[in-house]
């Protein structure tokens, strides 16, 4: 079946690192991907998202890389902050379909 | 503010009752989605609302309901409550298929 699964449940990086979360999805047809970040208390957060027609994309400080022959999504985050420390979803998406969340994985800077 | 808005943000309640959680999707979205966030789980699909229709389910309970009204705001009833129905419950809206969900902040909701 479909699911969307996240490599490691936590990471620790030393601020001003870089920081790659990992993400990996069971569905070649799969069309559209996107992280979010859900701080404490909070909803999640669009950060970055990426069409299957594209295998990488840059935003503010965040980088996501598809490579759609062994079904896997990163998000690269550069010079992480101590604001950067929240929980990190990827969800999946089919045209018409509900995205689908997987886990999550918490990142957490170190000062 | 995302522009998604849920109220109540905390709810306590005893299990056996009915509540209703409410949602105002961004300004022009038409697209309703509920999700449900349990203690260190991700973010579980219940039901899809499209401009006042609906459009898809997930694992959504029997004993729990939804709608969308002609002015696109929702509501999610959950009736019968039990203790494993505490959890953080999101209303999110999007402006169509294949983009991105904007979600509100939640409606945290105890059952004791």
């Known amino acids: 079946g479909e699911s969307v699964g996240l490599h490691l449940p936590t990471l620790s990086v030393q601020e001003g690192d870089n920081s790659i979360i990992n993400c990996a999805y069971s569905n070649s047809a799969s069309d559209y991907f996107i992280w979010y970040k859900q701080e404490s208390g909070k909803g999640p957060q669009f950060i970055i998202d990426i069409r299957s027609n594209m295998d990488k994309r840059q935003g503010q400080r965040v980088t996501v890389l598809l490579n759609k022959t062994v079904k896997h999504l990163s998000l690269q985050i550069a010079a992480t902050q101590p604001g950067d420390s929240a929980v990190y979803f990827c969800a999946e998406n089919k045209r018409n379909t509900p995205l689908v969340f997987g886990k999550g994985t918490r990142l957490s800077v170190i000062a | 503010d995302s522009g998604v808005t849920q109220t109540p943000k905390h709810l306590i309640t005893a299990t056996g009752q009915r509540v209703t959680l409410r949602c105002s999707p961004r300004s022009g979205d038409l697209s309703v989605y509920w999700y449900q966030q349990s203690l260190d789980q991700g973010l579980q699909f219940l039901i899809q609302?499209?401009?006042?229709?609906?459009?898809a389910k997930g694992n959504i309970l029997e004993r729990f309901s939804a709608q969308q009204f002609p002015d696109l705001h929702s509501e999610l009833n959950l009736s019968s409550l039990e203790l494993g129905d505490s959890a953080l419950y999101f209303c999110?809206?999007?402006?169509?298929?294949?983009?991105?969900?904007?979600f509100g902040s939640g409606t945290r909701l105890t059952v004791v």
């Open positions: 999110a809206s999007s402006s169509g298929p294949n983009y991105g969900y904007t």
């Open positions: 609302y499209y401009n006042g229709e609906e459009r």
